[in-house]
Nanobody, 123 residues
Framework: QVQLAESGGGLVQAGGSLRLSCAAS????????MGWYRQAPGKQRELVAG???????MYADSVKGRFTISRDNAKNTVYLQMNSLKPEDTAVYYC?????????????????WGPGTQVTVSS
């Protein structure tokens, strides 16, 4: 029943910006924890940003100061604003919406992972 749809990826030059969106359905969005992950070719998926139901946020050291996670409960949408992009940010990006912060931290998603949205940053 939980469905997540990422969008907003694309090709951007180093130093540019993108905003990713994640539309959620079939979940208690306003009381959920949320996260954004990325997976580069040949590498494990990693959590890059998270936001709890109360609004507190966390970021991986690699993106801190450049990425911002936010949510719009009225639209059941979570966003990832990415600024000052680097080639190392190139990856497929996925979102998550879960009732448990622990599941977000662990990279466990009730919805199927699907294709995510591709972000490619050129040198």
């Amino acid at each position: 029943q939980v469905q997540l749809a990422e969008s907003g990826g694309g090709l951007v030059q180093a130093g540019g910006s993108l905003r990713l969106s994640c539309a959620a359905s079939g979940s208690t969005f306003s009381t959920s924890a949320m996260g954004w992950y990325r997976q580069a070719p040949g590498k494990q998926r990693e959590l890059v940003a998270g936001i709890r139901s109360g609004g507190s946020t966390m970021y991986a050291d690699s993106v801190k100061g450049r990425f911002t996670i936010s949510r719009d409960n009225a639209k059941n949408t979570v966003y990832l604003q990415m600024n000052s992009l680097k080639p190392e940010d190139t990856a497929v990006y996925y979102c998550n919406v879960e009732s448990s912060w622990g599941r977000v931290l662990a990279g466990l998603r009730s919805a199927s992972w699907g294709p995510g949205t591709q972000v490619t940053v050129s040198s």
